[in-house]
């Protein structure tokens, strides 16, 4: 890890840390959102974003100010920091965005990462090479080249105190992106940028970002601070978040409210749709819509971009507190109703157990069934890999009513969990609130649990007794187990176990 990130808890992949910016002396809470400033047109004053919002990390575009006769040479005299009114830490972006914009570029990584010093920018940016999703992959395998050459480069030049990001390209081989990720690890670079994905956050892709983001994590460990780079709306942030990604940048607060858009953490709004604000923000709850629509152009967007941050910043606010309480994967469950790409993206990110296990605390608060996605969730998974190593009787009851004395061992049996030993019930994830109408996915994920019992102990004979399972979970459980539903198996308890042996009433 580098040792100016730390990281200070754990939930799945998701983790808060703090990222120490030394040039600036500023220690940032992460996740943390990074607004874009525009060194010509600032939508809200830098000294702003920092009293009423709370930031303390921002973005502008080094390429710009290069290019910009007006403003160059009072940046250099002054500093960014002086230019900006901005005493938080300040990043800079290279010009990688107007080379995937327009082509070409007429500065060197040499260059621009000299010039960011220059002008007191406390992380600096080199030019890679930000290539688009879907290319072929000696396209991406060739462009790749040139961007860690570049980030070798980067690391050849005296830059001070100032960090200097290596952006993680690679276009959608995730392949690739391991790879990047892997060298970008290698190098003595402070930071990970994941590059170019916002064509893939504008066409609402969230199942190919969630399988980009965890190869390049597979590629990164767990050294960071990683930036989703050009994430900005707050209805991605916890699926984000939950992947292991610690900074966003946000150019939509003053880019949507240019067109009267209203960000919410379920997804868009127009002003023009809105007949009341849903939201406790100081505009929101001092304004009508309909006040917002009578009101000039330059107020109307000014209010609308201190909205559209003030539920960005809330938002990371509530995304760090439910790390901190192992409660971020509820959170991510609620957020992905926004829209159904991001279900898309959730049930992506929970086929990637192997390494959301990994870093996912063992003691959480309670574990809380909201949806068909929780039976996917990696504790539930760890569970099932737990029973693996749990040694088992000769002849053991799962059963979801009362043990019974027929048998040498009675465990419970819970979906989505499958079978719990007695003495592990009171410890997480088996103490988990549960609705009581399940759905199909929590009794199936039970079922699997079962399977993996019976598999990995072929020497002990194992009896289910089931309330009323729906038939699709019951046809995967194994065959040579004894099945039978609570309530239809009363018969003699001598009588040798079979299909429809005795079962104790169930009165939970
Ligand atoms: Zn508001």
């Known amino acids: 890890m580098r040792d100016h990130f730390e990281l200070t808890s754990h939930d799945g992949a998701g983790r808060c840390g703090t990222f120490s910016v030394p040039r600036a002396g500023v220690t940032v809470e992460t996740p943390a959102l990074l607004p874009v400033v525009n060194p010509h047109v600032q939508t809200l004053p830098p000294a702003e974003l920092e009293s009423t919002f709370g930031a303390q990390i921002l973005i502008t575009n080094s390429y710009i100010i290069h290019g910009s006769d007006d403003i160059r040479e009072p940046i250099r005299e002054q500093g960014l920091h002086e230019f900006l009114d901005f005493s938080g830490a300040i990043m800079t972006d290279s010009g990688s965005f107007q080379l995937a914009e327009y082509g070409e570029i007429s500065v060197t990584t040499e260059e621009i990462l000299s010039f960011q010093h220059e002008i007191g920018s406390d992380i600096g940016t080199p030019v890679d090479i930000p290539t688009p999703p ?37 276009s959608t081989h995730p392949s690739l992106r391991t790879e990047a990720a892997t060298h970008a690890r290698n190098t003595t670079l402070d930071m990970f940028p994941i590059g170019a994905v916002v064509p893939l956050l504008n066409e609402y892709r969230y199942a190919d970002i969630v399988d980009l983001v965890a190869a390049v994590k597979d590629g990164l460990g767990q050294s960071g601070p990683v930036h989703l780079f050009g994430a900005g709306h707050p209805m991605m942030f916890a699926l984000a978040a939950a992947l292991g990604c610690d900074l966003f940048d946000s150019a939509a ?19 023009d ?20 629509r009578a009101m000039d152009d330059t107020t109307r967007q000014d209010l609308l971009a ?75 998974t760890r569970h099932h890999e737990r029973l693996a190593r749990l040694e088992t009787p000769d002849d053991l009851l799962l059963t979801a009513g009362n043990p019974s004395e027929s048998f040498t061992e009675s465990w419970r049996l819970v979906p989505p969990f499958g079978p719990v030993p007695r003495p592990l019930s009171d410890v997480y994830p088996l103490t988990a609130e549960l609705p009581d109408r399940l759905d199909r996915e929590a009794y199936e994920a039970a079922a699997r649990g079962v399977t993996r019992l019976v598999e990995t102990h072929p020497d002990t004979a194992v009896t289910v007794y089931h309330d009323d399972w729906p038939a699709e979970a019951l046809s995967l459980l194994p065959d040579r187990i004894t099945v039978a539903r609570l309530g239809e198996t009363e018969t003699d308890e001598s009588e040798p176990t079979h299909s429809y042996s005795t079962a104790p009433d169930n009165d939970q």
């Open 134 to 170: 879907d290319v072929s992959y000696e396209q991406a395998r060739e462009e790749l080249d040139t961007t860690q050459e570049r980030l070798e480069l980067a690391e050849t030049i005296d830059t001070g105190e100032m960090l200097v990001s290596a952006p993680i390209q690679g």
């Open 253 to 271: 607060y003053a880019l949507y409210a240019r067109d009267d858009r209203y960000l919410t953490v379920r997804g868009t709004r127009q002003l």
């Open 273 to 292: 749709d809105l007949t009341e604000f849903p939201c406790s923000c100081e505009v929101c709850t001092t304004h009508s819509p309909a006040e917002l």
């Open 306 to 380: 201190r909205h559209n941050l003030a539920v960005s910043f809330a938002e990371l606010r509530r995304i760090r507190q439910a790390i901190r309480a192992g409660r971020l994967l509820e959170l991510v469950e609620t957020r992905i109703r926004g829209h159904p790409t991001l279900v898309d993206g959730f049930r992506s990110f929970l086929d990637h157990d192997e390494w959301l296990e990994a870093t996912d605390p063992v003691a959480k608060d309670t574990f809380f069934y909201l949806s068909a996605e929780s039976a996917s969730r990696p504790e539930v």
